[in-house]
């Protein structure tokens, strides 16, 4: 064997051990390669069989000494080898086109991944920017309800204006607020309430309806918006008063109930604002509740003077009554007065609530009202009267109950003028009623009654002294008068 045979031998058989590794591989991937790579696939195994049967071939002819035309095995294994290039470049031809389709699917995915990201984070954005509009509409109504809270629970306008200016300012990210209240007499706005300015000088607000931004928004009824204060000219009137409080944007609206102006809200910001339409309308529906608030407060005012008023009128009318009864008879005169004030001070004595006080004076004042159907005749009588006189007399209360029922306001006054002749043991007039059955109103002043009879002169006797009529009050006790009242009146008086 020549040193070249011995050669080729030494480098065909690493040859040898790579093909067999090649053949083992394909037969482990075989598995895992595409349906349209198969055949090919396949061809690829069979050279890699027909390279190492070749390359062992070689070495028999070389190690035997064989005689065969080593040009022949060659020219098959050159053969081969382009056969088994042009399959490597055919299946790389195929991975190719499968990386760059990968390649174009991941392209196409990022692509699409990226414009998803781009409409989620607009989404996102929308929601927040949704969600940032829902918490505002929820502050919005939470501050419209605290008004509303406000409204209810105060009637006094000064203060309801003041808490309102003082809740709205900073919800309308101001920095100071007032209200005008619309004087109709004078046909101006006044300095009702405001929050948020560092001087005084909003209290002398007085802008006439029509003039300057304010009187043009209560005359136009509609909201003014001045951009920038400092920007001469501008409808705002009233510099001077607010010239060191460095505002910028200004607005005003006026406040509408009924069909009514009642006033102008205004507000201020130091820094240029814009404001959205949300923001607008929130405004304007602080607006009307700011005016209900005003008319509310207003018609309470005026419902309270107008009960003050009528109740004058009704306890005029009364204390009228019954002077012209004293008038009939002048020896009483000044009796009800006395005897009404006696009342009230053992009714205080005894506890009794504010409000039936007023009852009670009232039925005192007009005790004797029912006398005015008593006949002159009977009731001026000088000497004794007949027990025909003295039953028409005794009728007295009857007519009190007759003329004063039908009047709704004096019902709850009734007690004394029907039953302050009722006896304690039950035999007074004019339904015998027992004890208690008499009202307390009435028990008390049928004492304060007599007590001031007696003291005061008559045409048919003098005057008792007090300590005679005490004395004459307490031997009456279980019969006419409630034992217990006449100590408790005695002690008062």
């Not at 349209?36 to 049967?53: H, T």
């Not at 019954?322 to 005897?339: I, M, N, P, V, Y």
């Not at 004096?410 to 007039?429: K, S, V």
Request: with cysteine.
């Amino acid at each position: 064997m020549t040193p070249s045979q011995l050669l080729s031998i030494i480098l065909v058989i690493p040859g040898i051990v790579f093909l067999i590794a090649a053949a083992r591989l394909c037969a482990q991937t075989r598995r895992q390669v595409p349906l349209s790579c198969v055949g090919k696939w396949r061809a690829l195994s069979a050279l890699n069989i027909f390279f190492i049967a070749g390359y062992l071939f070689f070495i028999a002819i070389q190690v035997r000494q064989l005689v065969f035309p080593v040009e022949i095995v060659t020219g098959l294994v050159f053969l081969g080898g382009s056969f088994f290039v042009f399959l490597v470049i055919g299946l790389s031809k195929l991975t190719i086109a499968r990386v760059y389709e990968v390649d174009l699917e991941i392209v196409r995915t990022n692509t699409s991944l990226v414009q998803k990201n781009v409409e989620l984070e607009k989404e996102i954005a929308a929601r927040i920017e949704a969600e940032g509009r829902a918490k505002a509409r929820l502050q919005h109504l939470t501050t419209l309800h605290g008004i509303d809270m406000v409204i209810t629970a105060s009637l006094d306008l000064r203060l309801t204006m003041k808490l309102f200016v003082e809740q709205t300012v900073s919800q309308l990210g101001m920095d100071a607020g007032a209200i005008l209240l619309l004087n109709p007499h004078t046909q101006t706005l006044d300095y009702g309430a405001a929050w948020g300015f560092e001087g005084q000088g909003i209290r002398q607000a007085r802008v006439r309806l029509g003039e300057g931004a304010a009187g043009l928004a209560a005359y136009e009824r509609r909201i003014v918006h001045i951009a920038d204060l400092a920007e001469l000219p501008n409808l705002f009137s009233r510099h001077e008063l607010l010239q060191n409080e460095k505002f910028v944007t200004y607005y005003a609206v006026p406040l509408i109930a009924k069909g009514q102006v009642k006033g102008v809200f205004e507000i201020f910001c130091r820094q240029r604002f814009e404001a959205e339409p949300e923001w607008s309308d929130f405004f304007e529906a602080l607006a009307i509740q700011a005016a209900i608030a005003i008319d509310n407060a207003t018609l309470f005012r005026k419902l309270q003077e107008s009960n003050i008023e009528l109740t004058l009128a009704y306890d005029t009318t009364i204390e009228g009554w019954a002077k012209a009864l004293e008038l009939r008879d002048s020896e009483t005169e000044g009796h009800t007065q006395r005897a009404t004030e006696l009342t009230l001070k053992v009714a205080c004595a005894l506890g009794i609530r504010e409000d039936e006080l007023d009852h009670v004076r009232r039925g005192a004042l007009l005790h004797d009202i029912g006398k005015m159907a008593v006949p002159d005749t009977v009731l001026l009588k000088p000497g004794p009267l007949t027990k025909e006189e003295q039953q028409i007399m005794r009728q007295h209360p009857a007519f009190a109950f007759e003329l004063l029922s039908p009047i709704h306001y004096l019902r709850p006054a009734l007690d004394i003028p029907y039953c302050h002749h009722e006896w304690w043991d039950g035999t007074g007039y004019p339904r015998g009623l027992k004890g208690e059955q008499i009202p307390l109103a009435a028990r008390i002043f049928s004492i304060a009654d007599n007590w001031d009879a007696l003291l005061s002169a008559r045409r048919y006797r003098e005057a008792w002294p007090k300590a005679k009529v005490a004395e004459h009050i307490r031997s009456l006790a279980g019969t006419q008068f409630d034992p217990n009242l006449v100590d408790i009146f005695l002690a008062t008086v």
